[in-house]
């Protein structure tokens, strides 16, 4: 039976209250799946709702902020955070991470946390339905203050009765030189999909801490507690395996196991995964963050010297395509399982997977080469860790001297030097 037109809904909205005065918001809903889409902040995705599933979360922010409200360069960089509370929201062009002084080709410049694409409107806004599919779309421009211009062209599109959608962007250099560019999707997922005993699926190559907490916290990376005020938050950096394509899959899954939300991507095109977890308490950010990008949240000068930054040619296209599904069911789940597990366990081309009763010869061998591979992978983890270091070693403090290279207070302030060095602000 194919599905009817009338499936589809689309309602505008414009909010006339506080600091939501003037922006405008965009409705969409396919029969199952209902998203709220807000043009004024960079197309981002305030909330979706399916088959009584909440994606998004509780934010301190309660107001949908207008970007005239929200001052990005504030105490330091960190204004960003005035009007975080979507469910998906971008960061970049320029920058994805932390705020401080870049010494760009094009020049040095003062970066904000997460960029501003996020905080700049969206225009050409358009919708259009079909019988059996709803896109909406537009572009957002962001301009360099080097003269650069990058443009971010968004697609949001369902299936009538899916329980999904999926966005496909391109980033497109504008401007008549070469620009830097990074993106990170910053999908934000709260209650009821998290909880203490939820967890985090995803066929991980290599991981690293990115916060001095979440070194001491690896061993339950894939897990998370209840609420607790005060707590920090624990960042992970994660090197995914995908399929012969390239594509990968991650997922989280409620503590009853009964539900789950899924995002599957190329790592061709967003080949770095972040983990945020912010498991605060009542009034704060009880949150987990899934975080595909094109390289990790850190300065972007750490970024450059790790080689992750990219570069667009004058006219040059980058896409990315991230299909989002939510799951219900046991069986639904378990399926989803087996297929992050599958991606797992990489096999060589048309070898099937061979299930052994006993330990022969053969198999001993078999164990000694898993093992090696295993080491091999510890070594990667090593190495991508090394580079991940959130603070570059500083030689006054003889605890950030240890492997782990961090400095025990994990506090630090830019010294405002051309120099990449960090100082270390408390006594260690």
Same mark, same amino acid.
């Given at each position: ?7 589809f ?28 889409l ?5 197309l981002?995705i ?9 994606? &998004?979360?509780?934010? %301190? ?8 409200? @929200?001052?990005?360069?504030?105490? !330091? ?6 009007g975080?509370?979507?469910? @998906? ?14 010494? #760009?080709?094009? &020049? ?6 997460h960029?501003?694409?996020a ?18 779309? !537009?572009? *957002? ?8 211009v990058?443009?971010?062209a ?19 250099? /504008?401007?008549?030189?070469?620009e ?8 934000? @997922? ?6 203490r &005993?939820?967890?985090?699926l ?18 339950t ?7 607790? =005020?005060? /707590?920090?938050?624990? +960042? ?5 395996r995908?399929?012969?394509r390239?594509r ?7 503590? #009853? ?6 995002? #599957? ?11 945020? $977890? ?10 987990? !963050?899934?975080? %595909? ?5 850190q ?14 040619? %004058?006219g ?9 599904? +939510? ?6 789940i ?7 597990? =599958? ?7 048309g070898? /099937?997977?061979?299930? *052994?009763?006993?330990?022969? #010869?053969?198999t ?17 983890? /090593? ?15 003889s605890?950030?001297?240890r ?9 630090y @302030? ?8 960090? =100082?270390?602000? $408390?006594?260690?």
């Open positions: 039976m194919r599905p009817r037109r009338s499936a809904s689309v309602r505008k909205e414009r909010l006339r209250v506080g600091r939501q005065r003037g922006v405008e918001l965009l409705h969409v809903s396919n029969g199952r799946l209902a998203a709220t807000c043009p004024t902040r960079g981002g305030i909330e979706a709702q399916c088959d009584g599933v909440r994606l &998004g979360w509780d934010s %301190p922010v309660r107001e949908i902020v207008h970007p005239r409200h @929200v001052n990005l360069a504030r105490d !330091g960089g960190i204004g960003w955070l005035d975080f509370n979507e469910f @998906v929201v971008r960061c970049g062009l320029q920058n994805i991470g932390r705020p401080g002084w870049d010494d #760009a080709p094009a &020049g040095r410049t003062m970066l904000t946390l960029g501003k694409i905080n700049l409107p969206a225009r050409a806004v358009r919708v259009r339905r079909t019988r059996r599919e709803l896109v909406a779309s !537009g572009r *957002v421009t962001e301009r360099t203050a080097a003269g650069g990058l443009e971010l968004s697609e949001f599109s369902c299936r009538a009765g899916a329980r999904g959608f999926t966005l496909r962007e391109t980033i497109t250099n /504008r401007g008549a030189r070469p830097e560019f990074s993106i990170l999707y910053h999908i934000n @997922v709260g209650p009821p999909l998290l909880g &005993g939820a967890q985090f995803a066929p991980i190559r290599a991981a690293a801490p990115m916060n001095a907490r979440a070194a001491r916290r690896m061993a990376l894939a897990r998370y507690d209840d609420p607790r =005020t005060g /707590r920090p938050e624990d +960042v992970f950096a994660l090197r995914l995908g399929d012969r390239g990968t899959l991650v997922a989280l899954v409620n503590p #009853a196991g009964t539900r789950a939300v899924s995002l #599957a991507f190329s790592l061709r095109e967003l080949p770095c995964l972040t983990l945020w $977890k912010q498991l605060g308490g009542a009034g704060e950010r009880y949150v987990t !963050g899934l975080e %595909p990008g094109t390289n990790y949240p300065h972007r000068r750490v970024e450059r010297r790790q080689g992750r930054l990219r570069l667009l040619a %004058p040059e296209v980058h896409r990315m395509t991230i299909d989002f599904r +939510v799951h219900a069911g046991a069986a639904e378990r399926r989803l399982r087996r297929r992050i597990a =599958t991606l797992q366990v990489p096999r060589a081309r070898q /099937r997977p061979r299930f *052994v009763r006993r330990r022969s #010869a053969h001993r061998s078999e164990l000694d080469h898993q093992s090696s591979r295993r080491f091999m992978e510890f070594s990667m983890a /090593r190495r991508l860790f090394s580079s991940l270091s959130p603070l570059p070693t500083n030689p006054s403090c605890n950030s001297r492997s782990l290279s961090f400095c025990r207070s994990n506090s @302030v830019d010294s405002g030097s051309r120099s990449p060095r960090q =100082t270390c602000t $408390k006594a260690c």
